[in-house]
């Protein structure tokens, strides 16, 4: 059977979606353990204990952020144009701050000065809140509309700065972010950690469930009231060439909600958020851990999935002319290279969730202090 172009370019919205809730779900609790190191840990001991967690897994991870960003370039040349380039600097500081993470892990160890490690425990502390926080930050910018537009010949020009992206909405779901991963970290380290590491991560992560809850709401309304929707009335169709100008888009509050009512199954979305947090945040008080890591990465994949649904046919809006706003169906690269991108995600992306299934089979188990000490200087 032949795939039609409307078809691919849905399988690819698809994938894509799927590639960031991979991301955020496997990487979300490294950059969680990182923003809750300072307050779980309140000894050398206990900061090696939390940060063999993920000293394993960290590096593996982030092929997660690889493969996204690899898909958007391949799959939507124009959304990777606008976003990496208009969104440049915020991209520089998320960058800066993964930086830190490996220069954190190598280095904490290398003196014994309290100093000295302390200032890598701080480096580790900002590379984890930074990206959570920013990250959440260009969703929400995605729902407000990026200040970019094309002229007759398709040529860009993005008229933000850095400062115009930290605006109201886009910190809230900065906010939502930051909640989100330090749930997912919270009760990563009360499954993976011992003694009072994981104690004290359970009790931050039940917090983190009713902050992210709460946040998670106070959003739903933003988007139902405080935000201008964008709505396709008529353009270009499913099997047509891409050109993000072949459209009329209308503007108008409440309309990113349009998709749970014409399709009342995108619902089990936020439903799912709101289910797996309160689980993750009962579960993991209850000397639960396993199953509150199951439920937390649960939640993460339904505010993805939300976010995803909510905005979905577009995958950028422009907040200078909504007509040249960017969608599935007229930003994607041709149908010959979404079609040769599929068979080839089809051959390697079951090879690489094996492969990390295996590994997080041989490396199961807690840390424990005794277990750290034992290895001295062969972990972090």
Not at 142 to 155: E, S
């Amino acid at each position: 059977m032949t795939l039609d172009y409307e078809t691919l370019r849905l399988i690819w919205w698809a994938l894509l979606g799927a590639l960031l809730i991979g991301f955020a779900v496997m990487d979300g609790f490294d950059l969680g353990v990182g923003m809750l190191l300072p307050f779980v840990a309140r000894t050398d001991l206990e900061r090696r204990v939390a940060i063999n967690t993920v000293g394993p897994v960290w590096e593996g991870n982030q092929v997660w952020l690889i493969l996204g960003a690899g898909a958007i370039f391949a799959a939507w040349p124009p959304l990777y144009a606008v976003a990496f380039s208009g969104f440049y600097l915020a991209m520089f500081l998320v960058l800066c701050a993964l930086i830190l993470r490996p220069v954190g892990f190598k280095f904490r160890s290398k003196l014994a000065s309290p100093r000295w490690r302390a200032v890598w425990d701080g480096a580790l502390f900002v590379g984890g809140l930074v990206p959570a926080l920013i990250f959440g930050v260009a969703v929400g910018n995605a729902f407000v509309g990026a200040p970019f537009r094309f002229d007759a010949d398709l040529r860009l020009t993005y008229e933000g700065t850095l400062l115009g992206l930290l605006n109201p909405f886009a910190l809230l779901c900065g906010l939502v972010s930051v909640a989100m991963l330090t749930l997912h970290g919270g009760t990563y380290l009360a499954l993976k950690a011992d003694g009072p590491v994981a104690a004290r991560a359970a009790r931050i992560a039940r917090k983190a469930g009713l902050a992210l809850g709460l946040l998670f709401t106070i959003a739903g309304f933003y988007v139902a009231f405080g935000v201008a929707g964008h709505a396709v009335l008529h353009g270009a169709g499913g099997n047509a060439p891409s050109n993000p100008l072949a459209k009329q888009v209308a503007t108008q509050t409440g309309a990113w909600l349009a998709n749970y009512v014409l399709h009342p199954w995108t619902l089990a979305a936020p439903a799912l958020a709101y289910a797996a947090t309160a689980l993750a945040a009962l579960l993991v008080v209850r000397g639960r851990p396993g199953l509150a890591f199951v439920a937390s990465g649960t939640a993460v994949a339904g505010v993805v999935a939300t976010a995803g649904l909510s905005l979905f046919p577009f995958l950028l809006p422009s907040s200078l002319d909504p007509n040249a706003g960017l969608t599935v169906f007229d930003a994607s690269s041709s149908r010959t290279t979404l079609l040769i991108m599929l068979v080839a995600t089809l051959i390697f992306l079951p090879l690489i969730l094996a492969y990390t299934a295996w590994v997080y089979r041989v490396l199961r188990g807690r840390v424990t202090e005794t277990w750290v000490e034992a290895q001295g200087k062969a972990v972090y």
